[in-house]
């Protein structure tokens, strides 16, 4: 048991650690998640040094651990909700750029009718760059679409599955145990 507790520990000054470099970095999602989760491992940290017995155990320790863990939640949420908005607003700069680059694909393209006789050869290089910056901003939203819908499936510290993504297999999970019978 003082093994675990010693190896409990250690993981938590290590996910410190972690969290720590990763804000130093300027991810704002680290900064979120070492707010909360600092008060939740500083509580867990108090209760196994209580359990151990170099500390004194208190109702305190336990209400830490527990607010710890409720801050941890909140500011988690949070972290999740900051990097949706940023994503909505790359993805939203992303959609303004490529329909402005869509404008600009159609303008051209009826400047081209217009001047083809005289102007063709430049006039279609300018319509095959706006095309492959459209293509281009069409793949990045596209990209972007696949990497946020993956992350709003998962957490963004350790990379496993969140609430949503239990929410959208349980349905799958519960028939399956019914089929089995397990």
């Known amino acids: 048991v003082a093994l675990l507790q010693g190896v409990g520990v250690l993981t938590a000054i290590y996910a410190l650690a972690v969290m720590i ?3 130093l970095r300027g991810n ?3 900064r979120y998640l070492l707010l909360g989760w600092s008060t939740t491992i500083t509580g867990y940290c108090m209760f196994i040094f209580a359990m151990i017995g170099w500390l004194e155990y208190s109702d305190t320790i336990l209400y830490l651990q527990a607010a710890g863990l409720g801050l941890g939640n909140v500011m988690v949420t949070t972290a999740i909700a900051a990097r949706v908005r940023r994503e909505r607003r790359e993805k939203a700069a992303a959609m303004g750029k490529a329909l402005q680059l869509s404008r600009e694909v159609s303008q051209l393209t009826h400047e081209k009718e217009l001047l083809q006789n005289t102007t063709s050869q430049q006039l279609q290089k300018e ?4 095309t492959r910056e459209l293509n281009d901003m069409l793949e990045y939203l596209q990209h972007a679409n ?3 819908e993956r992350d709003s499936l ?4 350790t990379g496993l599955g969140n609430r949503r ?6 349905k799958d ?3 399956q145990c019914a089929q089995h019978r397990t």
């Open 154 to 157: 998962s957490d963004p510290l």
């Open 127 to 130: 319509v095959d760059e706006k």
């Open 146 to 148: 696949r990497r946020l």
């Open 173 to 175: 999970i519960l028939y």
């Open 28 to 30: 704002d999602w680290a």
């Open 21 to 23: 470099q990763q804000s």
């Open 165 to 170: 993504y239990l929410d959208s297999v349980f």
